[in-house]
């Protein structure tokens, strides 16, 4: 997609491309500032279930405005092609910082601790996230993580013009029920964060498969694999929390984002094994 303007925002260079939108680099130039635009695919204007993801996301999070979810500035439209306009995260996203190297445990729980926040406060308001992962975390110029990417908060499957439904979501990091497409609450995101603390633990996803079939039954029916044969020197307390909160019943899951976020917090300060003595 090449173009030089959208609205009033001028475009500075292509970012990335998704399965349903391009991300531009942008300046603002009634306060020169540089923005984030986000720009639905020409060919998925055609159905109306893309086009709500864009105006949901913009809803959702201007309902939120939460200092911990990365911040939209405007919502408009390119000719038929509907657009948002974001804070721009210089700082990248966890996905990128991962692929630099390890993360300190003290920054892994404040990170974890800011998205839980974000999570609680949209749980409150019956908003489940349920896209849940590294590349949806991203930091500021001064490091500090935010949560993106509400756009299907409020989607559980779509259907594609033949009237065939498939799921929304990252199999990868799907809880058992949102794969089932059963009713979902906020637990269904605490899922995700196991699978992202699982990532952060041990630089690996806890299933992988060469299929998307594959992988969405592992999440359902295989017990998650023992950090300690991946990194042999992970305090087993870790293997406790994970557990916990990928849990494939979500009674058996901490009740809250911020509940997990405690646990991990306990861990890393050493405050858990005074709490169990």
Do not use: C
């Not at 756009?151 to 029920?177: C, R």
């Not at 998307?212 to 950090?227: E, Q, R």
């Amino acid at each position: 997609m090449t173009v030089s303007t959208i609205g009033r925002y001028q475009v500075e260079s292509e970012i990335a491309q998704g399965g349903m939108g391009v991300i531009f680099l942008a300046r603002d130039p009634y306060i020169q500032r540089q923005v984030v635009v986000k720009v639905l695919m020409y060919s998925r204007t055609l159905e109306d279930v893309y086009r709500e993801f864009f105006q949901q996301e913009a809803e959702v999070i201007a309902a939120l405005e939460h200092p911990s979810i990365v911040p939209i500035y405007d919502f408009g439209w390119h000719g038929e092609q509907p657009y948002i306009v974001m804070r721009h995260m210089s700082g990248g996203s966890l996905d990128d910082h991962l692929k630099k190297g390890e993360i300190k445990l003290t920054d892994m729980a404040h990170i974890l601790k800011r998205v839980s926040d974000a999570l609680d406060a949209a749980h409150a308001r019956n908003i489940i996230h349920r896209d849940v992962k590294p590349s949806n975390i991203l930091f500021d110029s001064t490091g500090e993580a935010f949560l993106s990417d509400f756009g299907i908060a409020k989607s559980q499957k779509v259907s594609d013009e033949d009237g065939e439904e498939y799921l929304v979501g990252t199999p990868a990091f799907m809880s058992p029920e949102q794969i089932k497409g059963s009713r979902l609450d906020g637990r269904s995101d605490v899922y995700a964060l196991g699978v992202v603390l699982y990532r952060l633990l041990t630089g690996q996803l806890p299933f992988s498969s060469n299929s998307t079939t594959g992988l969405i039954n592992a999440h359902i029916s295989m017990p998650i694999p023992d950090i300690r044969l991946i990194r042999a020197n992970i305090p087993a307390v870790w293997q406790e929390v994970i557990s916990k909160a990928m849990a494939k019943d979500p009674v058996d899951r901490y009740a809250t984002a911020g509940d997990f976020a405690r646990d991990v917090n306990e861990v890393v300060s050493g405050k858990w094994f005074l709490r169990k003595l």
